[in-house]
């Protein structure tokens, strides 16, 4: 599905208004394609925690996780239908992944090693045990080839960021796990998060949080292509240790999209203020208000950036193609998510 040129559409579309995101939210636009907002659709329950994951359904129910919450599942217009219950003691560990399965969705537990999968009716269909440290998911083939990504410590899987898994037993057999080149550990780091997505004929692509790069799978491990932009903002990768310390800017690849026509990257880039605030407060945790948004636009090939447009909103992912989150910090620790229509033209 092409998402440049046209509005894409899909069970939210009628969701949002036609009006665009106010101007104030653009800070900066280089070249064409020009990027644009419709929106916002805010859901109305406020989260104790950071967002963790958002994803639409077959049916427009939007599905949200987050920190000190359990899955909540909210209508096509933003209004709760449900907190969903565990599968069995002890209850939620940290639970992060949405995946749509056909029509129901399947929440991912990296604390517990858990996935649980929701019918349409929201009873759980089934529950089945995974490795512990695996997130996110995208379903290649239901349920004998799921890719995940996760750091988990085992043995066999440790210093390697995405696995192929099957689902089809109680307990999941890892097929192959596998990584860009020797999985990129540095110190106090381990691996940095995975994020996937697939393209318009199916093939697995996986990014890595802080190098910028794009890599196309086999679901056996294989790196059949990258891709590595490195736009001229963004800097090269440090560890987590760095981070804390303040030591440079911290700026982080949040999601990507791919249509037959290029790509959508969702990157995080630091404020010129990070330094100082870090140098004022060590203990600093990462507050949203040394954040922006920077939305690249890919070429057909993947080999350049075409246009980068710089949001005051903070977009933290896609919910469904063409369809992006986005999430304020209210006052203390609670926040507040919105979804947006993105629309990429000439």
Not at 43 to 61: M, Q
Not at 214 to 225: P, V
Not at 308 to 314: F, M
Request: charged share 20%.
């Amino acid at each position: 599905m092409s998402i440049r040129g046209s509005t894409v559409l899909l069970v939210a579309l009628s969701l949002f208004g036609a009006h665009t995101c106010a101007p104030q939210a653009l800070v900066a636009q280089t070249d064409c394609p020009c990027v644009s907002l419709d929106g916002p659709l805010r859901l109305d329950r406020d989260l104790p925690g950071l967002p963790l994951g958002v994803a639409i359904d077959e049916t427009g129910r939007i599905w949200l996780t987050a920190i000190d919450s359990p899955p909540l599942v909210f209508d096509a217009a933003g209004s709760l239908l449900a907190e969903l219950s565990p599968p069995s003691d002890p209850g939620w560990g940290r639970p992060v992944g949405l995946v749509p399965v056909a029509d129901s969705m399947m929440v991912v537990d990296p604390i517990l090693g858990r996935a649980t999968v929701f019918a349409p009716d929201l009873s759980i269909a089934r529950s089945v045990s995974l490795p512990v440290g695996l997130g996110n998911a995208l379903v290649v083939s239901w349920p004998d080839r799921v890719v995940f990504e996760g750091n988990s410590y085992l043995p066999n899987l440790a210093g390697l960021g995405l696995h192929t898994l099957d689902l089809s037993p109680a307990e999941a057999v890892v097929n192959v796990s596998y990584d860009f080149g020797d999985g990129e550990m540095r110190p106090g780091q381990g691996v940095t998060p995975r994020i996937l997505t697939k393209d318009p004929i199916g093939r697995v692509w996986a990014a890595s949080r802080l190098l910028y790069a794009l890599g196309r799978f086999s679901t056996e491990g294989e790196l059949e292509e990258l891709v590595d932009l490195s736009p001229a903002w963004f800097p090269e990768a440090s560890s987590v240790d760095d981070m804390k310390r303040g030591r440079r800017p911290v700026n982080f690849v949040d999601a990507f999209s791919l249509s037959a026509e290029g790509g959508v990257v969702l990157a995080r880039s630091a404020r010129p203020e990070w330094p100082s605030a870090w140098e004022a407060d060590p203990n600093l945790d990462f507050p949203d208000l040394f954040w922006f948004t920077r939305v690249d636009v890919l070429d057909n090939d993947l080999g350049a950036v075409e246009s980068s447009t710089a949001l005051e909103l903070l977009l933290v992912g896609f919910a469904a193609p063409g369809v992006v989150a986005s999430y304020e910090s209210l006052e203390g620790t609670t926040h507040r998510v919105s979804l947006y229509r993105i629309r990429i033209s000439a």
